[in-house]
Each structure stands twice: as structure tokens, then as C-alpha cells.
């Protein structure tokens, strides 16, 4: 049965740093995929090197983002203009109430968002992943018996960390519930939407994602357990 996924992330390339081969894969399966992005990314480091200020280099990241969306082959994206790391300083429940108005929009029977570490540790992944938590958990409450799943984007214990640049944060073995194993045009698609952020590209190299990344990519999922890890999001889905 098809399913529809929405993807909930705070930035420009979220999507592209690990999920997106599933994401590729998943549309080849026949499912509906879905992105959300908090933010435009504008406050990126990057944005010195070209002499942008923060509004102007989110507005070349929202530009590049539509061209992920065509590489990709979305089923639907939005960006909304929240501050880029500035998550932090909102009221938490602003931020909710964000997220819900698109996750009603949508009405996925999957969402996706970072694993409580954020990965990366980066406090705008940390608020998203508690934020994206309570409203999913307050719609459910609220009668969304559409909603079926919350899974957690993760890397492994044993991902390649590159020297000097960010120390990822893992999930451990027993905390994977899910590992859905890409194919190699799943990668190729993944590397052409890494291309889309031009304005990236030096970061991109830096963080050696491309030869981090596997084919097999994991998942958490929230409030269920499975020994062995399920192959894909949709299995053992429940009410399916």
C-alpha cells in the first residue's frame, strides 16, 4: 500500500545529508514524499564568503532548494522563513503550531524528522526533533488517526567521522529500528541534489558526506521496537 511521507527538517540540505537516497527510493516504490523546511538557512557561515547578507543568501538557498525538489522529484515542499538559528529564542509553541498547520496540510501516515541527538548536535536540530515530538503526539491526541509513525533520522556507531570537522552523535545498535538499504541511482540522486546547493559546495566537501553515507541508511522509531530492524518505514506499520 502506499504511503505518504513527510520529511520535517530545520534547513537547506537537511534532506540532502543522508535521507534523501531513502526519500529516492521511496518515490520509485510509488510513495508520496513530502518536505517541510523551518528555515531558509540564510544565517549559514557560507554567506560571508559571498558577501550575502542573511536574507539575500536565504534567498539563493530557497532558489537552490527548488532545483533539490526537481532532482529529487518531490511529491510536495514547502520553506517557511522562521529564524535560522534562531529556533532557540521562539516560543516553542509558535514553532508547533508551524508544524501542525503543515502536517494537517499533508496528512502523512509517516513523519520523519532528526533523532533527539540532532546528529550534529546543533541546537536548531535539537528543538526541531522536541517540537516536531509534541505536535505530532498533541495531533494523535486530538484525533490525526492518520498519523501512524514517527521516525527518527539517525547515523550509526559505526558512520566515518572526518577529522576535523563535526563529531556526529549516533544511535546505538539496540536504538536502530530500521534500515532501508538504497540502491546506487538512489546515491547518484542524493549526489545531484547536493549539487543544487552551489552556494554549499565547500562545506559539502568538507563534511566528506559522500563517502560517509552507505547503502544502508537507519532509522529510530519512536515508541516502537523491532529485533531485527524493519527493511522499510511502511512495514509493520500499524492499522496497515
Known amino acids: 500500500m502506499p504511503h505518504r511521507y513527510l520529511y520535517i527538517f530545520p534547513h537547506p540540505d537537511d534532506e540532502s545529508f543522508g535521507p534523501a537516497p531513502v526519500m529516492a527510493r521511496q518515490l520509485r516504490d510509488g510513495h508520496e514524499v513530502h518536505l517541510l523546511t523551518l528555515t531558509r538557512g540564510g544565517a549559514t557561515r557560507m554567506r560571508h564568503k559571498f558577501g550575502y547578507s542573511v536574507e539575500e543568501m536565504g534567498a539563493v538557498r530557497l532558489r537552490e532548494m527548488q532545483c533539490v525538489k526537481e532532482v529529487i522529484g518531490l511529491t510536495g515542499m514547502r520553506v517557511l522563513d522562521l529564524p535560522d538559528s534562531g529556533l532557540k529564542e521562539m516560543d516553542p509553541r509558535d514553532i508547533e503550531e508551524a ?4 502536517i494537517m496540510r499533508v496528512r502523512p501516515d509517516i513523519v520523519i524528522t532528526y533523532a533527539v541527538h540532532g546528529i550534529s548536535g546543533f541546537h536548531d536540530h535539537l528543538v526541531q526533533h522536541a517540537v516536531v515530538k509534541r505536535a ?5 491526541d486530538n484525533g490525526a488517526d492518520f498519523l501512524r509513525r514517527l521516525a527518527l533520522f539517525t547515523v550509526s556507531e559505526n558512520v566515518q567521522q572526518v577529522e576535523g570537522w563535526v563529531k556526529l552523535n549516533t544511535s546505538k545498535p539496540e536504538e536502530i529500528d530500521c534500515v ?3 540502491a546506487e541511482e538512489d ?5 545531484r541534489a547536493l549539487e543544487c546547493y552551489k552556494t554549499y559546495q565547500e562545506v559539502i566537501r568538507q563534511s566528506g558526506v559522500m563517502d560517509a553515507i552507505g547503502r544502508e541508511i537507519p ?3 519512536f515508541q516502537e521496537e523491532f529485533d531485527p530492524p524493519l527493511k522499510d518505514l511502511g512495514d509493520g506499520l500499524p492499522g496497515f
Open 99 to 102: 508544524v501542525a498547520k503543515e
Open 136 to 140: 505530532y503526539l498533541e495531533l494523535r
Open 187 to 191: 546515491l547518484q540522486t542524493m549526489a
Open 180 to 182: 532501508v538499504e538504497v
Open 219 to 221: 532509522f529510530e522509531i
